[in-house]
């Protein structure tokens, strides 16, 4: 009888062991492969949106997404990111259904980003690439969806933009510079809209086109989606 207890307890220490190891070991390959993961999205969201992007990962474990290749969902923010050539933006995609193929490449069947676009943005877009003319400050007019224009020092003119969507991209357009009260010459009205265009002239990551477009006080709020779209080089796990 004594023999018969201290095998049982015997047996089950060894299994309790046993269940501990394998449940550490699981635990173990599972912060492994989040890590992994979290590391790889972060390559692509850097590579899409810059430095300093953070990635929350959606779905179930991650040990079984590295299996079938499959993330329910993935959120990438970024609050100093470059939207085609205009830095300084806060972004906030949510890429949705993303495929890891045997390949090694990726694919994303849905992304919807949230982007705000502040004044100082505006302010370093608009200001000339000679820097003869610098935009001192910039004034929204959400009544009038007007982007004003201080130019040069003691408020020698100002110019008025009409932010607008085309193609998929969001613009900015002169619609009036004046000099002194006076209208501008054409030269420097068309040399800033030619640095604008410049600007504006870039595509979006992921495949994203601009649907909304709204001029508040403190900026522009935009927002994009896209379709199905290829993910960037270093999504690859």
């Known amino acids: 009888m004594i023999r018969s207890v201290f095998t049982r307890h ?24 989040r890590t992994l993961l979290h590391s790889r999205l972060s390559a692509v969201a850097g590579r899409a949106l810059g430095k300093g992007s953070t990635v929350d990962i959606d779905g179930g474990p991650a040990l079984l997404t590295l299996f079938d290749r499959h993330i329910d969902a993935v959120t990438i923010s970024n609050d100093q990111a470059t939207l085609g050539r205009i830095p300084g933006v806060s972004v906030r995609a949510r890429l949705e259904n993303l495929r890891l193929d045997a390949d090694r490449s990726g694919t994303v069947a849905r992304t919807h980003a949230d982007v705000k676009v502040p004044a100082a943005s505006l302010r370093g877009v608009a200001t000339t690439p000679d820097g003869r003319l610098p935009v001192t400050a910039v004034h929204l007019d959400d009544q009038a969806d007007t982007v004003t224009l201080a130019l040069g020092r003691g408020g020698l003119g100002q110019a008025t933009l009409q932010p607008r969507l085309e193609d998929g991209q969001v613009t900015l357009h002169v619609a009036d510079v004046e000099i002194l009260g006076s209208p501008a010459p054409t030269r420097l009205v068309d040399r800033l809209q030619d640095g604008l265009t410049n600007r504006n002239d870039a595509a979006y990551p992921l495949g994203l086109k601009a649907t909304s477009l709204d001029v508040t006080t403190t900026g522009l709020t935009i927002e994009l989606d896209a379709g199905p779209a290829r993910l960037p080089d270093r999504a690859r796990v």
Do not use: G, I
């Not at 015997?10 to 173990?28: E, F, G, I, N, P």
């Open 10 to 33: 015997r047996t089950a220490a060894v299994t309790s062991v046993a269940l501990t190891a394998v449940l550490l070991t699981a635990t173990v390959a599972e912060v492994a492969a």
